[in-house]
Each structure stands twice: as C-alpha cells, then as structure tokens.
Nanobody, 125 residues
Framework: QVQLVESGGGLVQAGASLRLSCSAS????????MGWFRQAPGKEREFVAA????????AYADSVKGRFTISRDNVKNTGYLQMNSLKPEDTAVYYC??????????????????WGQGTQVTASS
C-alpha cells in the first residue's frame, strides 16, 4: 500500500508558483529525513531538495536554489515543497521520499527507501 502521497502538481505558466505536499504515515515520516526528487521524460531522476528530521537543515540542487523551499510539519506528518518562479525546465514528475535517520540533523541526498507515486508539474513557456 502507498506510504507517501504527493499532491499539488499541475499545469502552470512559467513564472508561476506551486506548493507540493507529501502526506505520510507516522511510521514512514517519523525520525526520517525527507527529500524531493524529479524525473523528466528521457532523463534520470535527480535530487531537488532534502530536509532533516529536525527541520533545522536543508539541502538544494543548484538549479532550484533561491526558488524552491522545502519544509515539514512533523505533527501532521506532512512535507512540502514551495516552488516559485517556475521554469519550463522544472517540468517533471516530482517524487517525495523518506529515509530513517539516527542523526536528527542529517540531510542525506541519497539513498532514500520510501517513495511516493509522484505528481506531475508542468511549467509552460
């Protein structure tokens, strides 16, 4: 059964904003780092952003720095990716992922063990 469910994707014009949500079970979300990845047609899946279990540390791909913001709500077991100033090259299926961690401040970029089904984001020029 699905452990992570992404939502909030859609078709928007370049320059617009979207906020993706990642709804998870406590078992999947608790004491876990969370990351967002994306995959465009014909390309490999790539790292976008990640956040520590504590929420105190984040990491971003160079291509999205200054435009995307990752966050989490550990009470709601939900993660978020705020995407501003979307570009056509941001078009991809976006996946949420989690990974259990011992260090609450650790921000892994890979590997992740739990994955959602993905949500489509399309930014047209």
């Amino acid at each position: 059964q699905v452990q992570l469910v992404e939502s909030g994707g859609g078709l928007v014009q370049a320059g617009a904003s979207l906020r993706l949500s990642c709804s998870a079970s406590e078992r999947t979300f608790s004491h876990s780092a969370m990351g967002w990845f994306r995959q465009a047609p014909g390309k490999e899946r790539e790292f976008v952003a990640a956040i520590s279990w504590s929420g105190g540390n984040t990491a971003y791909a160079d291509s999205v720095k200054g435009r995307f913001t990752i966050s989490r709500d550990n009470v709601k077991n939900t993660g978020y990716l705020q995407m501003n100033s979307l570009k056509p090259e941001d078009t991809a299926v976006y996946y949420c992922a989690t990974r259990p961690v011992s260090n609450i401040d650790y921000v892994p970029r890979a590997p992740y063990s739990n994955w959602g089904q993905g949500t489509q984001v399309t930014a047209s020029s």
